[in-house]
């Protein structure tokens, strides 16, 4: 009986005395509805941090915008407009948040597949200048770069002198850095 005269008694004192910036009114309006507020959101959004975090900010804003408090509504029906409103605004965070996702998904997306064109164009770019090359420093390039035979490996099996392959390769570079190079200004200049 004390109690359910207490609770009326805050109810029917609260918006009053919180919007006087009575400290003990808002102690007893916190003890009386916060676990009816984290059930609200807990209810709604599924994660016991996230309903703590929403209903701290329920009885902070309670707190910083007191002078706003009707006289004319519960204290309870004004608790939970800021809780539906707290609740509205943290849904449209999240909806923002996995646009703001997705379209960084599809950027990612985007950039890889432009990333793959770009190396598919590059090595046909590569393969056809190595087609520009003299057959036998042709077959030592692909034997290198392809195969990745040591220069040992090239001269055994061409049957020439290491220093002879790396004669090749050297003037295979060069070449093939000339081409590219050349491949580069036209593709900028168009």
């Not at 793959?116 to 390039?141: G, M, Q, W």
Request: hydrophobic share 45%.
């Amino acid at each position: 009986m004390k109690n359910v005269l207490k609770n009326q008694m805050v109810q029917l004192t609260a918006p009053t005395s919180i919007k006087q910036g009575d400290r003990d009114a808002f102690l007893a309006a916190y003890k009386e509805f916060h676990i009816k507020v984290f059930r609200f959101f807990l209810k709604r959004v599924v994660s016991n941090d996230i309903a703590k975090d929403l209903a701290q900010q329920c009885f902070t804003r309670l707190w910083q915008f007191r002078h706003t408090l009707s006289n004319e509504h519960s204290l309870e029906k004004q608790i939970f407009v800021i809780a539906r409103s707290l609740l509205i605004n943290y849904f449209e965070k999240e909806v923002y948040l996995k646009k703001i996702k997705a379209s960084q998904l599809q950027l990612a997306k985007e950039n890889a597949f432009h990333n793959d064109h770009a190396a598919f164009e590059l090595t046909n770019h590569v393969h056809a200048a190595i087609e520009t090359l003299p057959p036998v420093r042709k077959k030592i390039i692909v034997l290198k770069t392809f195969h990745h035979c040591t220069n040992k490996e090239i001269a055994e099996q061409m049957e020439i002198s290491v220093k002879t392959v790396e004669d090749h390769i050297t003037k295979a570079f060069r070449h093939l850095r000339k081409v590219m190079t050349l491949l580069a200004i036209v593709l900028l200049c168009c």
